[in-house]
């Protein structure tokens, strides 16, 4: 029902920064859901997938570890597109990228993800 897409990433030096942003098919606050949330993720080759920053239905972000200090998550709702600004990237943030929205509506919970863009930092 809802379609995510990815943009954003690419290959940049150690200390530099990117801008990722997620391009959702349907605005989740023009339906009628409950508990809404965004979020961005990001999984390196041979790990686990890890949360890098969230927005809960109430408005309260919430950053993973890795995240703190240099990722700022933003969202505009009327454009339905989330960003994730990455400041001061290192080498061991290269993963590829994840856009999630979730929310349950009529008791069902539903979970969507993008495609992923591939960010890539050389040292």
């Known amino acids: 029902q809802v379609q995510l897409v990815e943009s954003g990433g690419g290959l940049v030096q150690a200390g530099g920064s990117l801008n990722l942003s997620c391009t959702a098919s349907?605005?989740?606050?023009?339906?009628?859901?409950?508990?809404?949330?965004m979020a961005w993720y990001r999984q390196a080759p041979g790990k686990e997938r890890e949360r890098v920053a969230s927005i809960s239905e109430g408005g309260s972000f919430s950053y993973g570890n890795v995240a703190k200090g240099r990722f700022t998550f933003s969202r505009d709702i009327t454009k339905k597109m989330m960003f994730l600004q990455m400041n001061n990237l290192e080498p061991e943030d290269t993963a590829v990228y994840y856009c999630n929205v979730d929310y349950t509506m009529d008791d069902t919970w539903y979970d969507y993800w993008g495609q992923g863009t591939q960010v890539t930092v050389s040292s």
């Open positions: 349907v605005n989740i606050f023009s339906i009628n859901a409950k508990d809404r949330a």
